[in-house]
């Protein structure tokens, strides 16, 4: 008796996965299937274990073939349910995010995702990190893009990346799964080319410090945070090209991060930084914060300090989370178009999962407004602080 011949596990993964993409209407009924070796190129296997694939899907009525023609794409038979559910079901997106569900960043990108699926096709599964350690965080990370890669149901993954280089390897293996996936926010790691959805971080810290330079202020401070993130970098970069262009050397002595502080506490961490900053022969006279968080805990030292914004210093920030408040906006900032973002970031995802790896890295750049308000205000004609030198608040 002949022995029955198995499906290797390399061509079952590709048979599920290219299943699952013409049941989710990414490869159409009437189409040609990409070819043999853009599929062999995508999931990184020979052309044999690709015809066993294909084979394999011919036997499940999903592919039409004919002698010298490259597959055809066949509308998928529904079976009952008792057979399988496999016609019916939606197919996963995974959603890895930074902003924490409280976090209105995080309902707007949300929403921005939801209004581009197909909610007969598609359904949306969401993480967040629990803990607040970037070991932890990392870790979780790690954890859910394992989870993604062995579902055989996930479509594809839009992630807000938090890894670094240390969770490379993580990405590698999703891609390797042939698991389409969109960056959010922030840019992919360095050597790990994806496609990318985020803001023209550069441009809009820049009108935001040529905005402080419109109202007199040419000591501007720069309060960063420690987060290694392309956004962080950016915005830092956007600060320096305003003043250089100015004429307005940059000067890295007015440029600190805050290093984070107690929960109880928001902005002891920054107190001794902005106080040094206050202290100096010149001191600034606006503080433009890498975002709308850090220009909340300058404001609360400040205000520590017996500094007035606007009346004493001026205060920027970026994100334009204010936008949400019940209390109305008083920072200025840069909006960050949240839901847009996570519109295009579905838009590039589909296109992704139709064209698969061969196709040239997208990278979107939305743009982020800004948003004047009263804290901003023009350099005062005389200071009305005097911050006391440690020697002096000892005595």
Wanted: charge should be positive; hydrophobic fraction near 40%.
């Amino acid at each position: 008796m002949a022995r029955k011949r198995t499906l290797s596990p390399s061509a079952q993964h590709i048979a599920d996965t290219l299943e699952n993409r013409i049941r989710a209407g990414v490869y159409l009924a009437g189409q040609w299937l990409p070819a043999e070796r853009e599929i062999a190129q995508e999931f990184g296997v020979s052309r044999i274990v690709v015809r066993a694939a294909i084979h394999e899907l011919e036997k499940r009525r999903l592919l039409v073939r004919s002698a010298k023609c490259r597959p055809i794409v066949q509308t998928p038979v529904a079976t009952t349910p008792s057979l399988s559910n496999a016609a019916t079901r939606r197919f996963n997106i995974g959603l890895w995010l930074w902003p924490t569900p409280g976090d209105p960043a995080y309902a707007m990108i949300v929403r921005g995702i939801r209004k581009s699926l197909d909610e007969a096709h598609f359904r949306l599964i969401t993480e967040t990190p629990v803990e607040s350690d970037w070991p932890s965080i990392r870790r979780a990370e790690r954890l859910f893009l394992q989870r993604m890669r062995e579902d055989r149901d996930i479509a594809g993954i839009i992630l807000w990346y938090l890894g670094g280089t240390e969770n490379i390897a993580a990405l590698q293996q999703v891609r390797e799964a042939g698991i389409p996936m969109v960056f959010i926010d922030r840019r992919p790691p360095e050597g790990f080319d994806a496609d990318y959805v985020g803001v023209d971080n550069i441009h809009a810290a820049e009108n935001i410090v040529r905005h402080l330079l419109s109202r007199g202020h040419r000591v501007i401070a720069h309060i960063s945070n420690l987060d290694t993130a392309s956004t962080v970098e950016e915005r830092h970069q956007g600060y320096r090209r305003a003043l250089e262009l100015a004429g307005i050397p940059y000067r890295p002595e007015l440029v600190c991060r805050d290093p984070g502080s107690p929960e109880d506490n928001p902005s002891e961490g920054l107190l001794p930084l902005i106080r040094s900053l206050l202290q100096r022969p010149d001191p600034p006279t606006a503080f433009f914060a890498v975002n709308d968080l850090v220009a909340q805990r300058t404001h609360s030292a400040l205000r520590k300090l017996g500094v007035c914004v606007p009346d004493d210093v001026a205060l920027a920030g970026f994100d334009g989370t204010e936008r949400w408040s019940p209390h109305g906006c008083t920072l200025t900032t840069a909006n960050q178009p949240f839901e847009s973002m996570g519109t295009r970031a579905v838009e590039v995802l589909l296109r992704r999962m139709k064209v698969g790896s061969d196709g040239t890295w997208q990278h979107v750049l939305l743009e982020a407004p800004i948003a004047i308000y009263q804290s901003t205000s023009t350099v005062p004609t005389k200071r009305r602080f005097n911050i006391p030198s440690d020697k002096e608040r000892s005595k």
